[in-house]
Structure formats: C-alpha cells, structure tokens
C-alpha cells in the first residue's frame, strides 16, 4: 500500500487543521465577552410580556435583551426595575446569527428558568441567559444575580447553570439592571450550542487553511523567483524543467510524461 503513508499525513493535517479552527472558535467565543467590559455600546430592548395562562407560577415576565458583536444576552426578572444610568449608545452592529434558533417566547423562556434556579428572593433575582460566538452563536450559559442582600464581602449572591460566574459588586448591583450587568465580572460559558459551534468552526478551519495556503504560496513564489526548489529551497539555478533532485518535486509528473 504505497498510498497509506500520503493519506495518513493528509487525514493528520486535517485534524490538526480543525483542532486548530476548534480553538480558535473557543478562545474567540470567549475573548468576545470582554467587549462589554470595556464598552458601554449595546443595543437595548425592554419588553414586559404578560401571560394570561395561569399554569405559569409567573404571569408577568420583564425582558431585556442586550446585543453587541458576538454576544447576545437575555435577561429575564419579575418586577420592573427603574434604570439609573443613562442609556447607551444604540448602535445596531450584531454581525452574530443563530440559525435555527429554537429559543421559545419570553414568559415561557422566563418561567423556565426560574422554575429552575428556584431563587430565593425571586422578585430580586435577574437570570440571563448569555451566548457569545462569532460568527454565529457558539456557548451559551445561564446566570443569576439576587441584589436583594449584600454578602459579607459586599458582594451580590450570584449562580450559574453551564458557566462560571464570578462574584457582582454590591455597587453594580445597585444600578440593575445595568446596561451590561455583566459587564464589571467574569462570566465564562460552556455549554455549546451545536449548530453554532460546528459552523463557527468550519468557519475557522476554512480561515486557518486560506491563511496557511496563502502563506505557502507566498513561500514558494519567492524560493522560485530566487531560482530554487519551490518545496525544499534546493538551489536549482532557475532550470524548472527536470524538476528538484533533492526532494522530487515536478519528477514523479516528468517522469510520467517521457
Ligand atoms: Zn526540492
């Protein structure tokens, strides 16, 4: 099996090609959440549902929804929060998608997840549901803030469902919802959405691949116009014809041919 050996390699470049595109798509995901951190652009909708349907524990859900560049933040809460900060910049740049977005409407989405974090002082609780990824929506996790008693260290209980959350400052707590409530902590998602995280990372798999074909070419232009092997830098005076002595670059072909 002549062949074996050439496949094995190719299939090994692939792997390490999607491992790679795979990081990226991680280290991106995350490294978008520090975009709010240090920004307080986002495009902001409040939006209070009232449900008529009384299987619901909650019939009034309020519903924020904060955007910028790969993230997408939902927040959901039970009484109506006056805001003290002024609103921020409206700028309606998304560039982040999620195909086939199965998230249902927002007193159901809101009832689930407080039937599910159970808070103990639910009408102080804010859960979010938080997704970053570019281009299209990739992790995603859910988080609460109780602002309703300061902890020792004067800082807010908080919780995570598929993420980590650090700690809120009682001080940002104050002025919930904030613009970015998320904005002065850490918060670390880690439940992939499928669908989003297999497109980002053929998406970044196709990227690194042009990058390191480009750069290749590159490469070989240059050996070439300096008269050598294109593929080992072999010194072939500009005499392309025979192909590369050393390596066998162009000599399988020629040989073919005679
Ligand atoms: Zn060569």
């Known amino acids: 099996m002549p062949l074996a050996p050439s496949i094995r390699s190719r299939f090994r470049s692939l792997s390490i090609l999607i491992l790679l595109g795979l990081m990226l798509n991680l280290i991106v995901s995350w490294s978008l959440l520090l975009i709010p ?20 524990p909650h019939d009034a859900i ?123 902590y850490i918060l670390f998602p880690y439940k992939p959405i499928w669908i989003g995280f297999a497109i980002n990372t053929v998406f970044y798999t196709t990227l690194v691949s042009m990058l390191i074909w480009t750069v290749r070419q590159i490469k070989h232009a240059r050996r070439m116009r300096r008269g050598r092997c294109p593929h080992c830098d072999y010194e072939l005076h500009h005499d392309f014809r025979d192909g590369c002595p050393e390596c066998g670059w162009r000599r399988v072909q020629a040989k073919a041919e005679q």
């Open 37 to 56: 951190r240090y920004s307080a652009a986002a495009d902001l909708r409040i939006v209070q549902f009232r449900n008529p349907n009384t299987e619901y």
């Open 62 to 184: 309020f519903s924020v929804i904060h955007q910028w560049f790969g993230v997408h933040e939902h927040q959901f809460y039970l009484t109506r929060r006056s805001r003290s900060r002024d609103l921020p910049k409206r700028t309606s740049i998304y560039w982040t998608w999620l195909p086939w977005d199965s998230d249902p409407d927002a007193i159901t989405r809101g009832n689930e997840l407080f039937t599910s974090f159970a808070p103990e002082h639910p009408d102080h609780a804010i859960i979010s549901t938080t997704r970053v990824g570019f281009p299209s929506l990739a992790m995603e996790t859910q988080s609460l803030v109780d602002d309703f008693s300061l902890l020792s260290n004067g800082s807010l209980r908080t919780e995570s469902h598929y993420g980590f959350i650090s700690r809120v400052d009682g001080v940002a707590g104050t002025t919930k919802p904030g613009i970015w409530p998320h904005a002065p």
